[in-house]
């Protein structure tokens, strides 16, 4: 069992930076890939970028490559997702997730789930 918590959302105007961190429960975080997605208003859920279980594969969607980067830290259990250059189209709830395999693009490959982060980007 993996229990993940998401922090650092909030509300920034467009050009701006957040750094998104997943804390992950368990001794074996080592072994899984990690994802985060997200869900606009209205809109379904979307991948948005995923690392392997050693930092050595990483993912991201066409639409925030070159702006967002994915990473990981081993000893603290944690993920992160740094984003910048932030675009009002960047609000959502952000979620991370995990699961004991390769690094996926689609929700149905992750296993646990955080209960999210609300990221707000104001024009």
């Known amino acids: 069992q993996v229990q993940v918590v998401e922090s650092g959302g909030g509300l920034v105007q467009a050009g701006g930076s957040l750094r998104l961190s997943c804390v992950a429960s368990?001794?074996?975080?080592?072994?899984?890939?990690m994802g985060w997605f997200r869900r606009a208003p209205g809109k379904e859920r979307e991948f948005v970028a995923a690392?392997?279980?050693?930092?050595?594969?990483?993912y991201y969607a066409d639409s925030v490559t070159g702006r967002c980067t994915i990473s990981r830290d081993g000893a603290k259990n944690t993920v992160y997702l740094q984003m910048n250059s932030l675009k009002p189209e960047d609000t959502a709830v952000y979620y991370c997730?995990?699961?004991?395999?390769?690094?996926?693009?689609?929700?149905?490959?992750?296993?646990?789930w955080g209960q999210g982060t609300q990221v707000t980007v104001s024009s």
């Open positions: 690392i392997s279980w050693n930092g050595g594969t990483t």
């Open positions: 997730a995990a699961h004991k395999g390769a690094p996926g693009t689609t929700s149905g490959a992750y296993t646990y």
């Open positions: 368990g001794r074996t975080f080592s072994y899984y890939a």
